[in-house]
């Protein structure tokens, strides 16, 4: 198998996503034994790929964003250190796909996130390099299939902990309302809902970086333990948390902005239960800000312990919101939701 149409650059781009609720559910054992659910929605901030074909045996790594570059030998690359999530995409797909000819190319993403962010940006990144990958070699993959992949190329040949939710998000796109079932089976289910209640939504949601990037798998390994321990508080946390997506769901359906928010604020308490890190001093300063300030409800995104924070609030209070988050030193920001899930092109050098 060679490159579709040399020479030529490759792109693609995979969205973000906001997790309104059910956060935590897509973990395994988890979602092996009670079935998880999640309802979250991809937003105008973007993971991006570019591939473009080499003649010199070298694969050339970049990560634009934080200034990293490297260079290997065509072939299996040692993945136990630097560009993990590049390293680890190409050599699957070599070895998947390209078994008898690993091919040179520079591979180089971005990501309009900081690291830790708890947008889902690793996994809108994994996903952006495999498609990348699928549109250079005319791969054989569906939405399923990319989605799936880049969740094994995190979980099993990267051992990295983690759900499953960023994936099928950053592959399909939208607002979805996605089950997590055992076996690794997965359902995503879009959303049909009508442009005044997301406009209506748009307009009542802020977003904020709260100057902290978190590493989630301390997190992630104490919401495991959690599913595995009948009758504590963490796993009932987790219930509460797969009941929140139902009932955030049917109040989305219906233009419930407000309900939405008193949904948030309850989510984000089931959410502290799951494990002691999910929160800190910081995060529930501006929780408390936020909330003095026109936020009718509002929680961590991803798995705590920092990054974005999200809010509603009444359109006309989003200004002194975003005031009060500026001053205690967060950077708010609106967000615009998005439709489409990852996307290649190609065009000629």
């Given at each position: ?8 650059i ?13 956060g ?12 998880g ?6 937003i ?29 030998p065509?072939g299996?690359?040692?993945?136990d ?10 050599n ?10 690993p ?24 996903v ?47 607002i ?6 055992s ?6 289910n ?6 005044p ?8 949601l802020v977003?904020?970086?709260?100057g ?38 049917q109040?989305?359906?219906g ?10 604020n ?17 995060i ?44 205690a ?9 998005t ?11």
């Open positions: 198998m060679t490159f579709r149409q040399p020479p030529t490759y792109r693609s781009r995979a969205p973000l996503r906001l997790g309104l609720a059910g935590g559910t897509d973990l395994s054992p988890y979602s092996d034994l009670y079935g659910v999640i309802l979250n929605v991809t105008d901030r973007y993971a991006f790929a570019s591939l473009t074909p080499r003649t010199d045996g070298k694969v050339v790594l970049r990560a634009n964003d934080l200034g990293v570059e490297e260079s290997h065509a299996q690359i040692p993945t250190s630097g560009l993990r999530l590049h390293r680890a995409v190409y699957r797909i070599a070895r998947q796909f390209l078994p008898d000819n091919p040179a190319l520079d591979l180089s993403t971005s990501i309009e996130a900081p690291p830790g962010s708890g947008l889902g940006s690793s996994s809108a990144l994994v952006a390099l495999v498609e990348v990958f699928r549109e250079a070699f005319n791969l054989p993959l569906g939405q399923y299939d990319v989605a799936h992949l880049a969740f094994e190329i995190e979980r099993i040949d990267l051992a990295l902990d983690g759900g499953k939710q960023d994936q099928y998000a950053a592959a399909f796109g939208g979805n309302f996605i089950e997590f079932l076996g690794d089976r997965v359902i995503v879009p959303l049909r809902v009508r442009r209640i997301l406009n209506e939504l748009e307009s009542s977003v904020c970086f709260s902290q990037s978190r590493a989630s798998d301390v997190i992630i390994r104490d919401q495991i333990k959690a599913a595995e321990n009948k009758g504590s508080k963490a796993l009932d946390g987790l219930h509460a948390l797969k009941k929140d997506a139902f009932d955030m769901k109040a989305l359906l233009g419930d902005v407000q309900g939405m928010a008193e949904i948030l309850r989510s984000w308490i089931s959410k502290k239960a799951t494990a002691e890190s999910v929160s800190n001093s910081h529930d300063s501006l929780y408390s800000v936020a909330r003095a300030n026109g936020a009718r409800g509002g929680k961590v995104s991803g798995a705590g312990g920092g990054g974005f924070m999200m809010f509603i609030a009444d359109p006309e209070s989003k200004p002194r919101l975003m005031r009060a988050l500026a001053a030193g967060s950077a708010p920001d609106k967000v615009t939701f439709h489409a899930g990852v996307e290649s092109w190609h065009a000629g050098l």
